[in-house]
């Protein structure tokens, strides 16, 4: 199965100039925890908010913070046409439940998450990612920032 058969299509970005309060008022409305970044039609980071809360809140700054103060650079993604065991060994390395698809133009495409490859079928490499995600730390842990 390739990622493009189980990806979400429908992803809300934002822009890194955006305040970090209207960051949180748009992940409150859509109910997700994390948004990609988006500047002339490329990637360039990732929100989550937990970045909010730690980066923002936790490090003094205020609702009308940018986006680009708190946001994740390092993006790691995926592309539509990979193979979903691959993609799902590489979250479980990566330690992250979620990943922006890309086409091969580098253009956004998508979202994938440990959910939505769990409703297409792949519960026993879902598992297996999940036990690598779930350890504390890792590269993308909050520590290291």
Same mark, same amino acid.
């Given at each position: 199965?390739?990622? /493009? %058969?189980?990806?979400?299509? !429908?992803v809300? #970005?934002?822009?890194?100039?955006?305040?970090?309060?209207?960051?949180?008022?748009?992940?409150?409305?859509?109910?997700?925890?994390?948004?990609?970044?988006?500047?002339?039609?490329?990637?360039?980071?990732? #929100?989550?908010?937990? %970045?909010?809360?730690?980066?923002?809140?936790?490090?003094?700054?205020?609702?009308?913070?940018?986006?680009r103060?708190?946001? /994740?650079?390092?993006?790691?993604?995926?592309?539509?046409?990979? !193979?979903?065991?691959?993609?799902?060994?590489?979250?479980?390395?990566?330690?992250?439940?979620r990943?922006?698809?890309?086409?091969?133009?580098?253009?956004?495409?998508? #979202?994938? /998450?440990?959910?939505?490859?769990?409703?297409?079928?792949?519960?026993?490499?879902?598992?297996?990612?999940? /036990?690598? #995600?779930?350890?504390?730390?890792?590269?993308?842990?909050?520590?290291?920032?």
């Open positions: 199965m390739k990622v /493009s %058969d189980c990806m979400t299509t !429908d809300q #970005i934002t822009d890194p100039e955006q305040t970090l309060q209207d960051v949180a008022l748009m992940m409150g409305r859509l109910d997700a925890g994390v948004l990609p970044v988006a500047e002339n039609d490329r990637l360039v980071g990732m #929100i989550t908010d937990r %970045d909010i809360a730690i980066r923002g809140v936790g490090e003094g700054k205020g609702p009308n913070a940018r986006v103060d708190v946001m /994740s650079t390092d993006v790691k993604y995926c592309f539509d046409d990979e !193979d979903v065991e691959d993609v799902l060994h590489h979250m479980g390395d990566l330690q992250v439940r990943l922006p698809v890309l086409d091969r133009n580098k253009r956004l495409v998508g #979202i994938i /998450s440990l959910g939505d490859l769990a409703m297409k079928g792949e519960a026993m490499e879902t598992g297996k990612a999940l /036990s690598g #995600i779930s350890q504390r730390g890792g590269a993308h842990s909050q520590r290291a920032h």
